[in-house]
């Protein structure tokens, strides 16, 4: 089959091939036929060496399609279902599976930095976070298979794997912002849009979205921003609509600069919402007496806190009513000897999302 294959951390260019092979289903597994992928920030983290990625490997989370096979002890999929990729699946047994906390669970995901998923010829190739949506098929856990209803566009079914799940779940699951509420969202490509979504939804009264890239503002309240700033802009208009810092922050692009604007931007008693990975290096320093005394209280959200089984089909439902608009975010759709282009247009900035359609 067709996979674009990274070789070296920091390529510019990935190699297109057509001898890939993927290795299963193996017991409690389900190959699929991708025939949708998401090109999200995290790949491009992963291919420049922000994410932790073993190469050679196949990027590429965010995905939906058709089930070709199942493994053993697969008993409730069956070939030509139809399924979004939950890229981090949650094993059922370890202690944050046990708590409730299923955006924790590492199992299946750590399994995919030891365990190569595709072959060519003698090279084995990894799969990132077990995934590896840039080929042409891919095998995952079946908790990484939700069944999704036949009338769902696989493009539509791919965001929701990844960039819709996240930014609408830190709103909903991590935040539980309120009907009335005030919202700052730092960041409006895919996520942070689907986090302006997110706080329509809710009810949220005042959604300010902070980008440096103009195009982006006219999207943002396009999809439900009240209001729309630069960062140099962000803190003259908070002082006109809220004059006490905002209910929540969400910093979707987490580098030390934009979570001190969110934490300067949060109201006394808010929360700041940490969406972004950004990179391990990095170092943000708060004082123990500003962390007492402003009382402000800093959320991580991990893939929107979700639980994909429960979420997925609760978001399209809200797609399917009107009230999340996800074919509006896909900019351009792709083919997939296009991936080098796509990874390459995300540092431009005026790239909501793109879609790698297979054949």
């Known amino acids: 089959m067709r996979a674009a294959v990274l070789h070296t951390i920091g390529d510019e260019k990935l190699d297109i091939r057509d001898d890939v092979a993927v290795l299963g289903p193996g017991p409690g597994e389900v190959r699929l036929r991708v025939r949708a992928s998401g090109v999200c920030h995290s790949d491009l983290s992963a291919l420049r060496g922000g994410l932790p990625q073993p190469v050679p490997a196949i990027l590429g989370h965010e995905a939906a399609g058709d089930v070709l096979e199942v493994g053993d002890n697969v008993d409730d999929l069956a070939p030509g279902d139809r399924v979004a990729v939950n890229w981090l699946p949650a094993c059922g047994v370890c202690t944050h599976c046990r708590r409730a906390e299923p955006y924790l669970c590492m199992t299946h995901v750590m399994a995919g930095y030891v365990m190569p998923r595709f072959t060519a010829g003698d090279l084995p190739i990894f799969g990132m976070a077990g995934c590896g949506a840039f080929a042409e098929e891919m095998v995952v856990p079946r908790a990484g298979a939700v069944k999704i209803d036949d009338d769902v566009p696989y493009e539509v079914a791919a965001l929701v794997g990844c960039g819709v799940t996240t930014g609408v779940g830190a709103v909903i699951n991590t935040a539980r912002v309120r009907p009335g509420d005030s919202v700052v969202v730092i960041g409006c490509g895919g996520v942070g849009i689907a986090a302006v979504q997110g706080a329509r939804v809710a009810g949220a009264a005042l959604i300010m979205a902070v980008d440096t890239v103009p195009a982006r503002h006219e999207a943002a309240r396009r999809f439900g921003a009240t209001h729309t700033a630069t960062p140099d802009e962000l803190s003259d208009l908070q002082m006109a609509v809220a004059p006490e810092g905002f209910d929540h922050a969400f910093d979707v692009v987490a580098v ?11 109201r006394r008693g808010g929360s700041v919402i940490v969406v972004g990975a950004g990179r391990a290096e990095h170092q943000v320093e708060f004082s123990p007496f500003e962390l007492l005394f402003e009382g402000k209280r800093i959320l ?42 796509a990874l390459a247009a995300l540092g431009s900035g005026d790239v909501i999302r793109q879609v790698i359609v297979h054949d």
Not at 258 to 266: E, G, H, M, P, S
Not at 313 to 321: F, G, N, T, V
């Open 256 to 266: 030390p600069e934009t979570l001190r604007t969110a934490w300067t931007a949060c």
């Open 300 to 341: 991580p959200s991990l893939y929107g806190s979700a639980e994909p089984h429960r979420d997925f089909p609760r978001l399209l439902a809200l797609w399917r009513a009107g009230r999340l608009d996800i074919e509006g975010m896909i900019t351009r759709r792709l083919r997939l000897d296009q991936i080098g282009d």
